[in-house]
């Protein structure tokens, strides 16, 4: 029994609360709906996103005045349903972030165990070109990229991949450089395991966590690239819809069509508001739990 | 230690890591640190050598250089009569299989991502000493061996406990059939009732397996239970080599009185008397002459001059004193 | 060693304190019901091994349990006739460091890097007994004196980077003592360090001890230590204290087979034996521990009972109390 002043606690509260388990929901919320509607969009999208038809060009969501239930949140100068245009929109910043993320997350792992695990003059080398490229303004290299190689969609993944990487090589180069000092490190070297043995089959795994959650944390951040490099005509051009690409022609209109920028940004802004809080989550789960003890 | 030729014979080992000065681009070498400066000893085969000293003595350091795990500035490591230090790569991998090592500390020791069964063949198949369908059986054989059950093969090591971990280590370090076992403070990070258990299972494996040990410990009364030869050692010197009983029986060298005079007795009719005073010097900044000097309670003028050298005062009893 | 202090009302009462952590996955019930009494002058040894919570047992007297997962939720701490735990955070305080202070194991971490070892031990006095910077001074010179750390003046104003371990653990020392506590509870104040130097350190404590007066709870894994240093020993185990007794009593008669079997199997400088004695089994897992003596999977004398219930303290003999069915 407690008394008012007293220091002790009840034993039955103090376990209920500590059996209360937090989940963000909202942000898995936003993150499943992006994936549905990317993956699956195309089998409930109300329209072809490219067919145009000039009769209906400009028309506000279907709440408004002189708006209709065909074109539930409008059409865009061409005619086209937006809707249908946002969700196919979806599939583009998810296929951009996937393998963006593929490419510069191999580069920067890669890089990052090299570094780490060799040390010395392998380290310095990677490292300092790591500080170099992470000093050059992304834009810049960007815009560098792609006068070199012409805009696209398959160009912006490649950009977008080969200049990302720096923060990959960073954090786990930091991880591999906590984890050789642990013994089994030690002792795989003396069981005479050959040095990529070392790299991919024991330290490898171990990272594995820190990049699952660099990777969720960073879904938001390619997304938002992609989407500025195609708002400054350097990404995906018309007419294949795209994020970025919508708000920039939305631009034009902003007084007199407002649904042609703000639903593709709200679009972006959820994405990256659940990619975020997800991520965050994660981090909190995964990483107590994978100090090694 | 006697007429036959020893299985491992380290001479002159010198380890030294060198103290750099940062500057932007270049760095200047200001000092070194002399973790092992000049040592010597022989290893004869099926015996139990304990190497005991302090922090900062560089008898880690020591059985990392014979493992291999670094590379002595100079002297020679002598396995078998091959020089050790002049090994090329192929001749290295030949020479693992013959030194395995258990560590310290079981809780970093184990790869947290790994099954105990992957652990424990890791070095058989590495060597190509068994195929794949081999591990199961031969993993279950080796945790038998160590006192752990068949299923545990398919565990993680987050399951298991300190006592537990130390035991994989060491059914791990088995596998390949090795020569010799360094030990590097294999119970020192274990509770005080699980030590005894992994003390007697190193001891019945030696004799099963006929293996020779090296064993690196601070702990006096563990190295007295399974040594047969002592070696201590002192901010990178051995000051005293001997047979067991020898040493603890008649201790030579100052410091070596001094530490079994420090080592609490569990007995509190024991009352110690005098202690050790000062502390252990910098590496970096090492006293003149004997590097004892400054603590030893029987220094004389000689000390503070000349290295006291390591010479032979009984049947293989090794002092490094003026007066000893 | 001197003898143990003349009988008087003792100066620290501990009764049925519990503390568990909750997590998740249930409750782990570190300490389960200690009690003990310190009294004015002694060394008691606090032993056992990891996780049988002597380490927690010591936070829960200073209230310093890791939060939020760790809770006290019942027993009484009397300190010169009050419950430590009816009093208020701010009353605490004022507790800490004045009449029960504490001196943690590495030495080596409990210092602040970024602060001389003179400011931090002045501040420890300061928050107790204000003065002005030049009394703390030399308070502060004078108490590394006492802990004989050579060049006191000169050393104050040195960073901890700069101190070895053993200098540390002198400088925590006299941070300990500069409030001259009722109680100075060290834990594991030596584990860290060399032998060489535990021997010195040991030594300080002893005569700091035998100068002060103050009461001391030794807490440590190590049999050998509380045999050169401690008047009384309770020996923990799996959150209880399973025996104590005055420290020949234990060394001559240990009852608790737990006791015996960490008595004996400890391998002891001169005396060899083909084989060490070993106590079978691992230690027990505290999160929802089963009924009966905690000790009873690896004892070798368990009776039907040791399943059933926890076994209530019988004393044995004067001053020798032991938690066991094979005396009650």
């Known amino acids: ?293 | 230690m006697n007429a036959a030729a020893p299985l491992l014979e380290v001479r002159d080992l010198v380890k030294h890591y060198p103290v750099a000065r940062g500057g932007l681009l270049f760095s200047r070498v200001t000092g070194h640190i002399r973790a092992v400066d000049g040592i010597s000893f022989r290893l004869a085969e099926g015996a139990t050598l304990g190497l005991v000293g302090e922090s900062g003595c560089g008898k880690s350091t020591t059985a990392r250089m014979i493992l291999r795990l670094e590379d002595p500035t100079s002297g020679q490591i002598l396995f078998d009569s091959q020089d050790l230090t002049r090994l090329n790569k192929k001749k290295l991998l030949a020479y693992r299989r013959n030194c395995q090592v258990v560590f310290q500390d079981p809780f970093r020791s184990l790869n947290p991502r790994k099954k105990v069964k992957q652990i424990v063949a890791e070095p058989m198949r590495v060597h190509g000493v068994i195929s794949r369908k081999q591990v199961r059986e031969k993993v279950a054989e080796l945790l038998d061996k160590v006192g752990l059950a068949g299923y545990h093969a398919d565990l993680y090591p987050h399951e298991f406990s300190g006592g537990q971990r130390q035991r994989i280590t060491i059914a791990r370090a088995l596998g390949l059939e090795p020569k010799i076992i360094v030990l590097d403070e294999p119970v020192s990070a274990l509770d005080v009732s699980i030590r005894a258990q992994i003390l007697n299972l190193l001891m019945r494996l030696q004799e099963e397996f006929h293996l020779t040990y090296l064993i690196i410990a601070h702990d006096l009364a563990v190295v007295e239970h399974v040594s047969t030869h002592v070696g201590v050692m002192y901010l990178g010197k051995l000051v005293e080599t001997a047979p067991r009983d020898e040493l603890y029986g008649q201790p030579l060298h100052p410091y070596t009185r001094a530490l079994l005079e420090a080592v609490p007795v569990a007995d509190p009719r024991v009352i110690k008397k005098t202690e050790l005073s000062g502390e252990v010097p910098s590496a970096l900044n090492l006293p003149p002459g004997c590097r004892f000097h400054p603590r030893c309670p029987a220094a004389g003028p000689a000390c503070t001059k000349d290295e006291p050298p390591l010479t032979e005062v009984g049947p293989d009893h090794f002092v490094a004193c003026h007066h000893p | 060693m001197t003898s143990s202090a003349a009988p008087q009302s003792p100066l620290l009462s501990v009764e049925d304190l519990k503390t568990y952590f909750f997590s998740p996955r249930g409750v782990v019930k570190a300490v389960d019901g200690v009690s003990f009494t310190l009294n004015r002058g002694e060394i008691v040894g606090l032993v056992g091994e990891s996780g049988c919570g002597k380490s927690i047992t010591s936070l829960a007297l200073m209230r310093l349990v890791p939060q939020p997962a760790g809770k006290i939720v019942g027993g009484r701490v009397m300190l010169a006739g009050r419950d430590l735990m009816t009093l208020s955070e701010e009353e605490m305080r004022g507790v800490r460091g004045k009449r029960l202070a504490m001196i943690l194991q590495d030495p080596m971490v409990s210092l602040d890097p970024l602060f001389r070892v003179g400011d931090q031990i002045a501040e420890a006095i300061r928050y107790h007994e204000p003065a002005s910077k030049k009394t703390l001074r030399e308070r502060v010179v004078e108490l590394l004196r006492k802990v004989k750390v050579p060049s006191p003046e000169v050393r104050a104003d040195d960073y901890p980077f700069q101190f070895s371990g053993g200098m540390s653990q002198r400088c925590l020392i006299a941070a300990g003592i500069s409030c001259r506590p009722d109680v100075l509870i060290a834990d594991e104040p030596t584990t860290a360090l060399d032998v060489t130097i535990q021997a010195q350190i040991l030594r300080l404590l002893r005569d700091i001890q035998e100068e002060s007066g103050t009461a001391v709870i030794l807490i440590t894994h190590d049999l050998a230590v509380v045999a050169q240093l401690c008047h009384r020993v309770l020996v923990m185990y799996a959150g209880r204290i399973i025996e104590q007794a005055g420290i020949y009593d234990l060394f001559e008669n240990p009852a608790h087979p737990y006791a015996q079997g960490l008595i004996r199997s400890v391998p002891v400088l001169g005396r060899r034996v083909p084989e060490l004695f070993t106590i079978e089994g691992q230690p027990p897992n505290l999160m929802n521990p089963p009924v009966g003596c905690s000790f009873a999977p690896r004892c070798d004398r368990k009776k039907e009972i040791c399943e059933k219930q926890y076994p209530n303290e019988t004393e044995i003999a004067p001053g020798h109390k032991v938690r066991c069915w094979l005396y009650g």
């Open chain 1, 1 to 293: 029994m407690t008394s008012t002043r007293s220091h002790l606690t009840d034993e039955k509260k103090a376990l209920k609360k500590a059996q209360q388990r937090r989940y963000p929901i909202f942000a898995f919320v936003l993150l499943a709906l992006f994936l549905v509607t990317a993956l699956f969009g195309p089998w409930f999208a109300p329209h072809d996103p490219n067919a145009q038809d000039l009769s209906k060009s400009l028309r506000p969501p279907f709440w408004s005045e002189n708006g209709s239930t065909e074109n539930l949140l409008g059409t865009d100068s061409l005619g086209r349903d937006y809707l249908s245009r946002i969700i196919y929109g979806a599939r583009v910043s998810l296929l951009v972030s996937v393998v963006a993320i593929c490419i510069c997350g191999s580069i920067g792992v890669l890089l990052g165990l090299l570094s780490g695990y060799f040390g010395g003059w392998t380290d310095t080398l990677i490292m300092r070109f790591t500080d170099t490229w992470m000093s050059i303004p992304a834009l810049v290299l960007a815009i560098a990229f792609v006068s070199l190689l012409g805009p696209g969609l398959r160009n912006v993944i490649l950009v977008i991949g080969i200049t990302a990487w720096t923060g990959y090589a960073r954090i786990v180069r930091g991880e591999v450089l906590s984890l050789k000092t642990l013994d089994f490190v030690s002792l795989a070297r003396a069981a005479g395991c050959s040095e990529p043995r070392i790299l991919f089959s024991h330290l490898l795994p171990n990272v594995v966590n820190t990049i699952i959650i660099l990777v969720t944390l960073d879904i938001g951040r390619i997304i938002i690239w992609e989407a500025a490099l195609s708002f400054l005509g350097l990404g995906v051009q018309h007419p294949t819809p795209a994020w970025g690409l919508m708000l920039a022609s939305g631009r034009k209109f902003i007084t007199s069509a407002w649904w042609l920028v703000t639903f593709p940004g709200v679009a972006i802004l959820m994405t990256v508001l659940g990619a975020n809080l997800t991520g965050n989550w994660l981090r909190d789960v995964l990483d107590p739990k994978q100090k090694l003890r």
